[in-house]
């Protein structure tokens, strides 16, 4: 009622709803988001139980602290909710996770809930391999429902992370643009100005944008993408990688592997600005394997090159991944990364 008065009032003042409700501009959303981590390995460990409480609680304020500006936290919903209808999500998971928000949002970070590993439809999330996809996807609708109406009143710097790594073997394109399209209503019915993160087709990846199709009249959103690129000096050695087979790769930030990223990147903005929707780069970084320097060249560069291309991003990722930015055991950042990430 009174926002309804409000509008009115702004209506006549000759203000637009995008003016009245800045969270709703997913450019300024976007620079809200800025410069981010990923938190894996806390409500992404399947079967495993969620510790109490689930991440120290200084390890949020370390984050704020080292610069950063948005938490991607990585969420396995599909391990924490009922296998059959009506698919309910545990709710003291749910309320672990909450906390997490609270923490993130006491520290001004913005936060992303993701939705990760989700069965046969997202990236190495092949918990059930005899799954039916009719199933698969009412239970995936069924989720974003209760996740819509658990948020709803969320403040804005929450977002949802509609999927992912959409499969390339089990959805492609054309079935992950038509999941999009039945998911963003479900979505927008309790959360009408919600930014969403909506990621490319076939892994996330730069190569798929062409084919990414969200409705024109939805613009509460932001395009996620994601950057291993080159693969096998990024997942070298990775068990869970093709790229497995390569060591002793190295990043020298040469001519030509800076012309590589800055072509990828080029090709992704020029598609932003055409379709006037902004870019957040939600994953990025290099495993462990590779030899630090290498890392930290690489890391550092595809940072500036995001920057320069108003691209938010989030590194993966802070801890438990092989990428790690934070040394749990030593309680502080790994410099070199860190300094690549925030100079
Ligand atoms: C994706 C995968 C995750 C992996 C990461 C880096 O997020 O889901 O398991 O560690 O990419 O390869």
Redesign the pocket.
């Known amino acids: 009622m009174r926002s309804n008065r409000f509008l009115a009032l702004a209506a006549l003042a000759g203000l637009s709803a995008m003016a009245v409700f800045p969270q709703s501009d997913p450019f300024a959303q976007n620079r809200r988001l800025g410069r981010g981590i990923n938190i894996p390995g806390v409500f992404d460990r399947g079967g495993a139980t969620v510790p109490e409480p689930p991440m120290k609680p200084e390890y949020f304020r370390k984050i704020k602290d080292a610069g950063f500006t948005n938490v991607r936290l990585v969420i396995r919903w599909s391990s924490y909710s009922q296998q059959e209808p009506p698919f309910g999500i545990d709710a003291g998971f749910l309320k672990k996770v909450d906390w997490a928000v609270d923490q993130c949002i006491a520290q001004g970070l913005a936060v992303v809930l993701d939705f990760?590993?989700y069965p046969l439809i997202s990236?190495?999330g092949t918990e059930a391999s005899n799954e039916d996809p009719q199933k698969n996807r009412a239970r995936f609708l069924a989720l974003w429902q209760q996740l819509s109406e658990h948020y709803r009143s969320s403040p804005p710097e929450v977002m949802f992370g509609m999927l992912?790594?959409p499969s390339r073997q089990n959805l492609g394109a054309d079935a992950w643009n038509s999941l999009i399209a039945e998911t963003i209503p479900l979505i927008r019915r309790a959360n009408p100005n919600r930014t969403l993160l909506i990621q490319t087709a076939n892994g996330g990846g730069f190569g798929s944008i062409d084919d990414l199709r969200i409705p024109g009249n939805e613009r509460s959103t932001i395009v996620e993408v994601h950057y291993?690129d080159p693969g096998r000096f990024t997942?070298q050695q990775?068990s869970?990688?093709s790229n497995r087979i390569y060591k002793d790769i190295h990043w020298t930030a040469s001519e030509e592997e800076r012309a590589a990223v800055d072509a990828a990147f080029a090709k992704v903005a020029a598609w932003s600005e055409k379709n006037n929707r902004p870019l957040y780069l939600g994953?990025f970084g290099a495993y462990q394997a590779a030899d630090m320097p290498s890392r930290v060249r690489w890391t550092d560069y595809v940072v500036r090159t995001a920057g320069k291309n108003a691209m938010s991003w989030s590194y993966?990722g802070f801890w438990r991944?092989g990428f790690d930015a934070f040394d749990a055991r030593a309680e502080n950042w790994t410099k070199p990364l860190l300094k690549a990430l925030l100079p």
């Open positions: 990760h590993y990236f190495t992912n790594e291993y997942h990775a869970w990688s994953e993966w991944c």
